[in-house]
Nanobody, 126 residues
Framework: DVQLVESGGGLVQAGGSLRLSCAAS????????IGWFRQAPGKEREGVSC???????YYADSVKGRFTISSDNAKNRMDLQMNSLNPEDTAVYYC????????????????????WGKGTLVTVSA
């Protein structure tokens, strides 16, 4: 079965850091575009950062310079390093993967993703 499982969420004070991880099973991440998305209370799910299958990276303007996406193909895992967190970063964070065709059509957007994790909660206190 295809599965994505996030870990690393939690409570952190403003200015702090967290590192999220996403373990993939049932498929090879290296064959897919990968990404992190988040959904804050009362808001739509939005793209945070993605890596296309050719290695190009995308970051939402709100996280540029603070968040870094990475992948470890040997471990079939992706990570999101989050620094300088602020309360506006509070959300459930989801990892996702898309076939190259899907990602080419939709980019780093919810509609383009084929597989999703169940999410991990990140809470940033003021």
């Amino acid at each position: 079965d295809v599965q994505l499982v996030e870990s690393g969420g939690g409570l952190v004070q403003a200015g702090g850091s967290l590192r999220l991880s996403c373990a993939a099973s049932g498929f090879t991440l290296d064959d897919y575009a990968i990404g992190w998305f988040r959904q804050a209370p009362g808001k739509e799910r939005e793209g945070v950062s993605c890596i296309s299958s050719d290695g190009s990276t995308y970051y939402a303007d709100s996280v540029k310079g603070r968040f870094t996406i990475s992948s470890d193909n040997a471990k079939n895992r992706m990570d999101l390093q989050m620094n300088s967190l602020n309360p506006e970063d509070t959300a459930v964070y989801y990892c996702a993967a898309a076939s190259p065709i899907s990602f080419y059509s939709a980019g780093c957007n919810v509609q383009g993703m084929d597989y999703w994790g169940k999410g991990t909660l990140v809470t940033v206190s003021a």
